[in-house]
């Protein structure tokens, strides 16, 4: 038997409205992943018997480099959206869902910085 008003229960809980930008950040940006992910397929279609060189100048083009970091960003914003979810909904102990989050946000600021970096590195080569 549970002696505990509603009110104590939901204590602690986070309010109900501030899931929304999350959901509204995480559809965006699945929206946006599509036409995006269907380029990066049909260039990388067009480029599988390329050579390297030919494919640094392709990377190196500003419109490609371009799209490319919008791409990262997009795709480990969205991943790290979506982990957190999984974290929230089936870590159950409080300190390790904590250093699940931190080690999941760490983890995609450092891979993206990393990717962004070799695109720009790429791009302003001479």
Same mark, same amino acid.
């Given at each position: $038997?549970?002696?505990?008003?509603? &009110?104590?229960h939901?204590? !602690?809980?986070g309010?109900?409205?501030?899931?929304? !930008? *999350?959901?509204?950040?995480?559809r965006?940006?699945?929206?946006?992943?599509?036409p995006? $992910?269907?380029?990066?397929?049909w +260039?990388?279609? !067009?480029?599988t +018997?390329?050579?390297?060189?030919?494919?640094?100048?392709?990377?190196?083009?500003?419109?490609?480099?371009?799209? &490319?970091?919008?791409?990262i960003?997009?795709?480990?914003?969205h991943?790290?959206?979506?982990?957190q979810?999984?974290?929230?909904?089936?870590v *159950?102990?409080r300190? $390790?869902e904590?250093?699940?989050?931190?080690?999941?946000?760490?983890?995609s600021?450092? &891979? !993206?910085v990393a990717?962004?970096?070799a695109?720009v590195?790429?791009?302003?080569?001479s």
């Open positions: $038997m549970k002696f505990r008003t509603p &009110l104590s939901a204590r !602690g809980l309010s109900a409205k501030e899931g929304t !930008g *999350h959901w509204w950040a995480q965006l940006t699945a929206i946006a992943l599509v995006l $992910m269907l380029w990066f397929a +260039s990388i279609i !067009g480029l +018997s390329a050579d390297y060189a030919t494919v640094h100048a392709w990377i190196a083009q500003p419109t490609n480099a371009g799209v &490319l970091l919008i791409l960003y997009a795709a480990f914003y991943s790290m959206l979506g982990l979810v999984i974290i929230e909904d089936y *159950h102990v300190w $390790m904590l250093m699940l989050m931190i080690l999941v946000r760490f983890a600021i450092i &891979l !993206g990717a962004a970096l695109v590195l790429i791009a302003t080569e």
